[in-house]
């Protein structure tokens, strides 16, 4: 079996299992923080109530369409200019929520585990609703470029970007804002929440605390195991753009990006089983 056959494989039964999956996980996840009032109320978990919905978009967008794409070789950005645009938008719109929702909820444990009453302050539901809008917004007037740079092209007739500005930025935005930024933050602030919580041992008690920070420090882990290696497949991919490769080499690299795609899938269906 070749590595295209193994690719072709790993994406119909694993992309299947995580789209499944995930969509159930990420639903539990809403009807659970949506259902109490007291989760409804704390910062933290509205951060994740706002990032399953998320990733339930994601997944579902994205995910389903890669599967149908290549177990029933019907893809509709091919066909559709309207959809591989939509597509497109909603990737963006739905990856750039989640991270930024996922690095508040580890910002917010700093905050509600400081000594300081001006950073606790800053834990408040009405901060994160205005917060939660105003990433709505920035993340649907910053994918706007995908409505209007992505088009089917008349040669491999597949859904591509046809500005070469535009495409330059995309790696960029990508490795910044939803790969090395959400473990940069991530990590530096669930690290200094931790240094919170061992200076005060009420904190350190309390367990509906305890429940939040272990959610928050499996996001943090889950960034770091599936996205850091997808972020350095694209820094490779980006260095050697400009390289001779032969068959051989393209088809290993075209595998190694297979399974660096399904590891960011991995973060949108786990991350709701914390």
């Known amino acids: ?36 009032r007291t989760y409804r109320t704390t910062p933290c978990t509205f951060y994740f109530l706002i990032s399953s919905i998320a990733n339930i978009g994601f997944l579902l967008i994205n995910l389903t369409s890669r599967v149908v794409s290549v177990g029933f070789n019907f893809d509709l950005g091919q066909t559709s200019v309207h959809w591989c645009r939509a597509r497109q938008y909603f990737i963006g719109v739905f990856s750039l929520i989640s991270f930024t929702c996922s690095s508040l909820a580890s910002i917010d444990q700093y905050f509600v585990t400081s000594k300081h009453v001006h950073f606790r302050r800053l834990s408040n539901i009405e901060y994160a609703y205005r917060i939660t809008l105003l990433i709505f917004t920035i993340s649907c007037l910053h994918a706007i470029p995908c409505l209007i740079y992505y088009d089917i092209s008349p040669v491999t007739k597949t859904c591509v ?68 290696p997808y972020s350095i497949n694209v820094i490779y ?22 399974v660096m795609a399904l590891l960011t899938y991995v973060y949108y269906a786990v991350s709701s089983f914390a």
């Not at 193994?6 to 990420?26: A, H, K, M, P, R």
């Not at 490795?175 to 919580?197: D, E, K, R, W």
């Not at 041992?201 to 928050?216: D, I, N, P, S």
């Not at 991919?237 to 297979?258: H, Q, W």
């Open 1 to 36: 079996m070749s590595l295209l056959d193994i690719s072709q494989q790993l994406t119909i039964y694993i992309g299947l299992f995580l789209l499944i999956f995930g969509v159930l996980g990420n639903s539990l996840n809403v009807l659970v923080f949506s259902s109490a």
């Open 161 to 228: 970007l046809v500005n070469s500005a535009y495409a330059k930025y995309i790696p960029i935005y990508s490795l910044s804002l939803t790969c090395f930024g959400p473990i940069i933050v991530m990590i530096v602030f669930s690290y200094l929440a931790h240094q919170n919580i061992q200076s005060t041992r009420v904190l350190a008690e309390q367990q509906a605390g305890r429940q939040l920070r272990k959610m928050t420090l499996f996001h943090v882990v889950l960034v770091i195991v599936v996205i850091l």
């Open 237 to 258: 991919l980006l260095k050697t753009a400009g390289d001779f490769k032969d068959t051989n080499r393209l088809i290993n690299e075209s595998f190694a990006s297979t």
